[in-house]
């Protein structure tokens, strides 16, 4: 499993925070390995519409289905492992 | 100097939670309006339940809800200083929207939510129905799954966003409707709360009834703006109790109403209810315009 640095999960917090428009948030009220949907920040399936398209314009990665999307938007780290995998097989 | 539309969303798809500490039970508004419905439908929003119940009624009790949240809102915003250009609604957020614009009373809004409610939870037994939200997939590609399970008698039933509809239909065919969303790589394909198929056009068997329930009220000129997501117009005092009739057998067109009400300026969109659901909607329409919900703005 590639582990992401400090600075690719503070991207993703940021990218998080910019799509969802939480504007009274910053990344450090983000804990990466906290639940992204229910119980954790809350989000939703609209967001993660939201995030599927932030993933593609700022890394260029794309999340095929809710499959992926489900083990992808676990958690910041998650979302950051899987920025590292795809970019790391092009 | 940009506009704002007050939007009021279409029913709640879970039980409010309002436990003891949550701030809008020591809200002077809150408890005036609560007592109000109590009084008048026997409803109690704090422990979301009739005095007496025989049956569940959740979707019941989830319209009447909404309802009174939205009102509790709106009152809180008008007494904040608030004033909309416009209002806006989703679905069953008609009613709330009717009332805040005084074209009808707070107490004939209620009454036509628990009616037209009751009317739909006789329906959902009598000819079960279901809805589903389908995220991530073109107008194109859900039209496609409706025509491939034609026989299921599925519709559109909202058009939320470019890659956000929800379907309506026979329970059956709305679970095939999940599955092929599911498998042509929706983001999401989930069933909603509603055990009817409303927004479909099997209720506009329904409107001969729902005048009749609606015979007695009096309606006057709307005081803001409510925008017919039908004819992105401002609905005429004539033409709301026509409206009311049909709405729950047609679609809501929510993404046309919101582009409309940027056309004429508005650049401040506000949910007037408990969750943040037409906010997201909105992010997803135009992310320059500037949305939030009630519902949040109290918890934060």
Redesign the interface.
């Known amino acids: 499993m590639v582990e992401p640095n400090d600075h690719l999960i503070e991207k993703i917090k940021y990218l998080i925070i910019q799509r ?2 939480l504007v ?1 948030m910053t990344p450090e009220m983000i804990e990466t390995e906290a639940p992204l949907f229910g119980e954790g920040l809350g989000l ?7 995030l ?1 398209l932030g993933l593609e314009k700022e890394f260029g990665v794309v ?5 992926v ?1 489900k083990k992808v938007f676990q958690s910041v780290r998650t979302m950051a492992q899987f920025v590292l995998e795809q970019q790391g097989k092009v | 100097m940009g506009r704002t539309a007050f939007c009021f969303p279409g029913q709640l798809q879970e039980r409010p939670t309002l436990e003891d500490h949550h701030p809008l039970r020591e809200d002077s508004h809150f408890k005036e309006w609560v007592a109000k419905a109590y009084h008048q439908t026997k409803f109690n929003l704090l422990n979301f339940s009739f005095e007496e119940e025989s049956e569940d009624q959740f979707n019941l009790k989830l319209q009447i809800s909404t309802y009174l949240l939205s009102m509790v809102f709106f009152y809180r915003l008008r007494s904040a200083g608030w004033v909309p250009d416009f209002l806006a609604e989703h679905s069953m957020g008609i009613y709330a929207a009717l009332a805040a614009s005084e074209a009808i009373s707070f107490e004939d809004g209620l009454f036509i939510t628990e009616s037209i409610g009751r009317l739909l939870e006789r329906e959902g037994s009598l000819r079960r129905g279901a809805m589903a939200s389908i995220i991530g997939l073109s107008l194109e590609e859900v039209q496609k799954i409706c025509r491939q399970l034609d026989g299921y008698h599925l519709f559109i039933a909202n058009y939320n966003g470019s890659m956000h509809y929800v379907l309506s239909g026979e329970e059956e065919g709305v679970d095939k409707a999940v599955s092929l969303a599911l498998s042509r790589k929706a983001i999401s394909a989930t069933r909603l709360a509603f055990n009817t198929a409303l927004h479909s056009s099997s209720f506009l068997s329904l409107r001969e009834e729902i005048l009749n329930l609606l015979k007695d009220i009096k309606f006057r000129a709307p005081k803001f703006p409510v925008i017919n997501h039908w004819t992105v117009q401002p609905l005429k005092r004539e033409e709301i109790k026509d409206f009311l009739s049909q709405e729950i057998g047609r679609p809501v067109y929510w993404v046309r109403c919101v582009e409309k009400l940027i056309q004429k300026g508005v650049n401040q969109f506000v949910e007037v209810g408990y969750e943040s659901t037409l906010t997201k909607l909105i992010r997803w329409i135009n992310r320059e315009a500037d949305a939030f919900s009630t519902g949040d703005h109290l918890q934060r």
């Open positions: 969802l428009k009274e939703d399936s609209i967001d993660a519409l939201e599927v999340i095929p289905d809710a499959e999307g």
